[in-house]
């Protein structure tokens, strides 16, 4: 690991103005994966800016019926709100299907957002990595692809988004907030947040430079069964081949989300209209224009069937 400095932020736009104002300079809270990235020199920051006494760490109604949940809540704290629990069910699920549970209490919900990919090839410094040096290729494309995107991939990128909780936060319609170093703040919408690779695939969020999220809001309660199914290697400590999340109610309508398919939390809203034809017509619209590679084309059926799965669970 490289040598850096290191300042503590006494409040939100003072940590965003500092990480403007010195070069190379990284927010940092739980580090769950920040610390890994810098120890194999991937992250390679000048700066650390410590977050973790900002305040941000409450989870709060908003006046439209909501919850406003802090940037620095823990995992294990907000799967375990009692509210989270009976109104956002998929969510909490989400979140305790992710990691171990020491993880989960060190990692941060603006952190658990901003998690880069688990692709082998952006891990390792010996191959060509887009997103760790844009320019140099992919070396996926052409690779081990078992574990890649099978829609909304590019030419410059076939990575994944490992995290299980933005995939709830999806079906849920959360929004992002933040600061800006000038102090002027913004709400990003979830679904505009992470970005799709395209040719730019290591900008990989709607953030400016130096901009701090400082919580998630979710909307009212939707109602509804609560899933989310998450199919993997292993039973625990592994990320997602595929993940559906899903709101389904009771006249069978209802929403649904993927993880493991795209470098982004994978929703289209159009395709939510099919859920009561079924799991097939669902996945006809959400997966049009998949672009699979021979490793990975098992990812179609098996979403199909995760949904499938999920829809005869929602109906008991």
């Not at 920051?45 to 406003?68: C, F, M, Q, S, Y």
């Not at 494309?141 to 995107?149: E, K, P, T």
């Not at 800006?180 to 709400?187: F, L, Y």
């Not at 109602?223 to 993940?243: E, M, P, Q, W």
């Amino acid at each position: 690991m490289k040598s850096f400095t290191y300042e503590r932020a006494r409040n939100p736009a003072e940590a965003a103005a500092s990480v403007l104002r010195k070069p190379d300079a990284k927010f940092i809270a739980g580090g769950t994966n920040l610390l890994d990235l810098m120890k194999l020199e991937i992250e390679t920051p000048a700066h650390l800016i410590d977050v973790n006494g900002l305040a941000l760490d409450k989870i709060e109604p908003t006046a439209e019926g909501g919850l406003r949940i802090g940037a620095l809540v823990r995992n294990t704290d907000l799967a375990a709100d009692s509210r989270v629990r009976r109104d956002y069910a998929v969510l909490s699920r989400a979140l305790l299907a992710g990691a171990s549970g020491q993880l989960r209490n060190k990692a941060t919900t603006a952190g658990n957002l901003l998690q880069r990919t688990r692709c082998p090839y952006f891990y390792d410094t010996n191959q060509p990595c887009n997103k760790r040096r844009p320019g140099s290729g992919c070396a996926a494309i052409g690779g081990f692809s078992r574990q890649h995107a099978v829609v909304g991939g590019s030419e410059a990128c076939i990575a994944t988004h490992p995290s299980d909780m933005a995939v709830g936060m999806r079906a849920l319609d959360a929004t992002v907030e933040t600061v800006r170093p000038d102090g002027a703040t913004r709400a990003i919408p979830i679904a505009e947040f992470h970005h799709l690779p395209g040719s730019t695939p290591h900008v990989e969020t709607a953030l400016s430079p130096g901009e701090l999220i400082t919580a998630v809001t979710l909307p009212k309660p939707v109602g509804g069964t609560h899933i989310y199914r998450k199919v993997r290697d292993r039973a625990s400590y592994a990320f997602a081949l595929v993940s559906v999340a899903a709101i389904v109610q009771r006249d069978g309508t209802g929403r649904v989300a993927l993880g493991g398919v795209a470098h982004k939390p994978w929703r289209i809203e159009s395709a939510d209209s099919q859920l009561p034809r079924g799991a097939k017509a669902v996945m006809a619209e959400l997966l049009s224009g998949a672009r699979p590679t021979r490793e990975n084309a098992f990812k179609l059926s098996l979403a199909e069937r995760t949904l499938g799965a999920v829809l005869t669970e929602a109906k008991g």
